[in-house]
Nanobody
Framework: QVQLVESGGGSVQAGDSLTLSCVAS???????MGWFRQAPGKERQWVVS????????VYDDSVRGRFTISRDNRKNTVYLQMNNLKPEDTAVYYC?????????????????WGLGTQVTVSS
């Protein structure tokens, strides 16, 4: 089992940047990771995923070119660099772990979740 803790959220203006972090209690190198987000009244939505060794990444079309996922397995940490934020990016952001070498874009393919961090973007 691994525990995940997200941080780095906040309230920003459109066009600003934020970097989210997700720190794992265990050996993160065993897990593919993903970032998801959930806006009020909506289901949790996949945003981006990264393979266990960081060699493969995949982005949702809505964030491609603006968001970048990375990981440092020595620090058991995954990052989400978010640039040019838009009001529609407003949501609670969650990181999820999947004990596999390969990433997935499916919410139900992830085994463990953090409690989330709020990102609010105003126009």
């Amino acid at each position: 089992q691994v525990q995940l803790v997200e941080s780095g959220g906040g309230s920003v203006q459109a066009g600003d940047s934020l970097t989210l972090s997700c720190v794992a209690s265990g050996d993160l190198s065993l897990y593919a990771m993903g970032w998801f987000r959930q806006a009020p009244g909506k289901e949790r939505q996949w945003v981006v995923s990264i393979s266990r060794d960081g060699s493969s990444r995949v982005y949702d079309d809505s964030v491609r070119g603006r968001f970048t996922i990375s990981r440092d397995n020595r620090k058991n940490t995954v990052y989400l660099q978010m640039n040019n934020l838009k009001p529609e990016d407003t949501a609670v952001y969650y990181c999820g772990s999947r004990r596999s070498r390969f990433y997935s874009i499916g919410v139900h393919d992830y085994d463990y979740w953090g409690l989330g961090t709020q990102v609010t973007v105003s126009s």
